[in-house]
């Protein structure tokens, strides 16, 4: 059976699974069937139109199956899924402070987040 690694921000939603088995030929169904088995995954992973959402990226070993046949991108028994969500955030602009010609976090003590 498949497998599918699961990043740690949705294992919360996977049971606290790392790794979950998967039935699947192709990405579709091993996805369904990690839907079915973890139906929380779903709003984190797919939009409202059933389509995969555009920050989450599946990869079959070391490929993108966006450079592959997309969900349709065959199975075997050994293959290995990995979910990696885009992960948008962090510091903005103005929290950064130029060191020696790079963009590095603000650290002063004297600083106060607005």
Do not use: W
């Not at 030929?25 to 088995?37: G, K, P, S």
């Not at 929380?40 to 939009?47: G, M, Q, T």
């Not at 059933?50 to 050994?78: H, I, K």
């Amino acid at each position: 059976m498949p497998t599918v690694r699961i990043p740690a921000p949705l294992r919360a939603f996977a049971g606290g699974q790392k790794q979950v088995k998967v039935a699947g030929q192709n990405v579709r169904e091993a996805m369904a069937d990690l839907i079915r088995q973890y139906p929380s995954l779903e709003p984190h992973l797919y939009a409202g139109d059933g389509n995969l959402r555009p920050f989450v990226n599946v990869f079959v070993g070391e490929n993108n199956v966006r450079d592959l046949q997309g969900v349709e991108t065959s199975l075997d028994a050994n293959s290995n899924l990995l979910l990696l969500p885009s992960i948008a955030g962090g510091a903005g602009s103005r929290d950064l402070k130029v060191i020696h010609g790079t963009r590095a976090p603000l650290r002063s003590p004297c600083h106060r987040p607005e």
